[in-house]
């Protein structure tokens, strides 16, 4: 039992300094990019030694590569896990209320995903093609199949998709232009639903679907 004990108090540190080190990284990248940030400055961040840093990720592309796909990740949550039995509004309406949450709550990150993307996406390349490329083809399958079934309007999948991604990023990426036009310092708590909703509204009533 004590063994045991121990055991999941070092796994527990471990993954508690990889986070430190996931956050640290990605702040930075997001703010220096890749060439202004570095595994010394990460690590200061942290509050861990460089060695530490380099216990987990072997060296800078390496922890690059991690923060970039860590993000993606959270960017495909909520069109996990659905049927062509699901409710096609209720789910691509979850699905951009949580983009705009994570392009008005962490910015930063979908910045530094355009960063990469917009130099010809030098590190995330396999990634797309191992990762991202097969995740968008099985989604674009259940799109069809709701096309098919008649509970949307007919609609290139792809171009739906990247509708959604573009019309919430923008949020994060062009901060700043939003704020100004819009005559605000910062973002504001009902923005997010506000935001949500009219983008909800554009896209499904576009794929012939009311929220009820």
């Known amino acids: 039992m004590t063994?045991?004990?121990?055991?999941?108090?070092?796994?527990?540190a471990r993954e508690i300094n990889k986070l430190k080190i996931l956050n640290s990284a990605e702040e930075l990248f997001s703010k220096l990019g890749y060439d202004g940030?570095?595994?010394n400055m990460i690590a200061q961040k942290a509050e861990l030694p460089?060695?530490?840093?380099h216990y987990y990720f072997k060296n800078k592309d390496t922890l690059y590569e991690a923060v970039l796909e860590r993000i993606i990740s959270h960017w495909n949550l909520g069109l996990d896990n659905v049927t062509v039995d699901?409710?096609?509004?209720?789910?691509?309406?979850?699905?951009?209320?949580?983009k705009v949450q994570l392009a008005i709550n962490q910015p930063l990150q979908s910045r530094?995903?355009?960063?990469?993307?917009?130099?010809?996406?030098p590190y995330l390349a396999d990634y797309l093609r191992k990762n991202t490329r097969p995740w968008v083809r099985s989604k674009c399958q259940l799109i069809q199949q709701w096309v098919d079934a008649k509970k949307i309007d007919k609609v290139d999948p792809n171009h739906l998709l990247f509708h959604i991604w573009?019309?919430?990023?923008?949020?994060?990426?062009?901060?700043?232009?939003?704020?100004l036009v819009m005559n605000k310092l910062e973002y504001e708590e009902h923005d997010v639903a506000e935001i949500t909703q009219s983008i909800?509204?554009?896209i499904l009533k576009g794929i012939g679907l009311n929220q009820s």
């Open 200 to 202: 909800s509204d554009i």
């Open 50 to 53: 460089k060695a530490n840093v």
């Open 112 to 121: 530094l995903f355009a960063s990469e993307i917009i130099r010809g996406a």
């Open 37 to 39: 940030a570095s595994i």
């Open 166 to 179: 573009s019309s919430t990023q923008y949020y994060a990426d062009y901060q700043a232009e939003v704020l």
């Open 86 to 98: 699901d409710d096609p509004a209720v789910v691509l309406h979850n699905y951009i209320k949580n």
């Open 3 to 12: 063994v045991t004990i121990k055991q999941n108090k070092k796994e527990l």
